[in-house]
């Protein structure tokens, strides 16, 4: 009778167990309690807008690219500023050449031939070209570190998320063997499942947004070195012109 009882119990086992292994991930989420389905609704979202940001930033950052190597080749094509700047303004500029643009504004802003006979006035106009490049270098890299927060906050979070939703499948299990006082499989195996379901979602979120957030980072730190070099080399050469100009 015994022997029967157990064979009973381990036939019931081996169902729940072939019906687990034959179910679809959104067969599990429906079957999990709402609490849980909440859990995992949230972590999907967040996995969702992590990855949107990830594209928005690959975009962003070849067409950043793009755009600066593009007029880095006409800034040194051996064309004078002049020629250059009249180049710029006929196209759609950013970037790099806005940075130049509000140099030469700058530059073109004052009487020269007054400026040019006073040499304080001449270190000004320096000190005011190098003002208005980094305060046009800072806009235009103003958006490299951005939503990169937000990759931050879902890697770090969205782990605590998913351990919401192992302890909470646990818990459920602990109830339900309480209730039936018995720990066979089909007792146990559904908390557990929305416990283990709720942590491999969360660290599907949680990984891809902690490697994008730092790969992004790295990014962002090697392009603003890049504007910046060009915008320390345009106030080096117009500092040069300045000096050299005399009437």
Known sequence: ??????????????????????????????A?????????LVLIAMSLISWAVVVI??????????????FNSLFWS????????????????SG?????????????????????????MKLSLKQRIEQVTSIARDQETQELNQYLG???SIG?????????????????????????????????????????LATAIALCSAIPAVIFANYFSIKSNALYCLFDDFTRQLNSIMSKIIDEEEF
């Open 1 to 30: 009778m015994q022997n029967a009882t157990q064979n009973t119990e381990l036939g019931q086992d081996q169902i729940i167990a072939t019906n687990l292994h034959q179910t679809s991930l959104l067969d599990m989420i429906s």
């Open 32 to 40: 999990t309690d709402n609490i849980s389905k909440l859990i995992m």
């Open 57 to 70: 930033k690959f975009l962003y950052y070849r067409e950043f690219k793009k755009c600066f190597n593009n």
């Open 78 to 93: 051996g064309l004078d500023l002049e020629q250059i700047r009249q180049e710029v303004i006929r196209s759609r500029y």
């Open 96 to 120: 790099a050449a806005t940075v130049f643009i509000a140099a030469m504004n700058e530059y073109k802003s004052l009487d020269n031939r007054a400026v040019y006979r006073d040499p304080l």
């Open 150 to 152: 937000i990759l931050s």
């Open 156 to 196: 770090s979070s969205a782990t605590f998320v998913g351990l919401l939703g192992t302890v909470w499948g646990i818990m459920c299990s602990f109830r339900a063997i309480a209730a039936s006082q018995n720990t066979s499989l089909a007792v146990v195996a559904p908390g557990i499942a929305d416990a283990l």
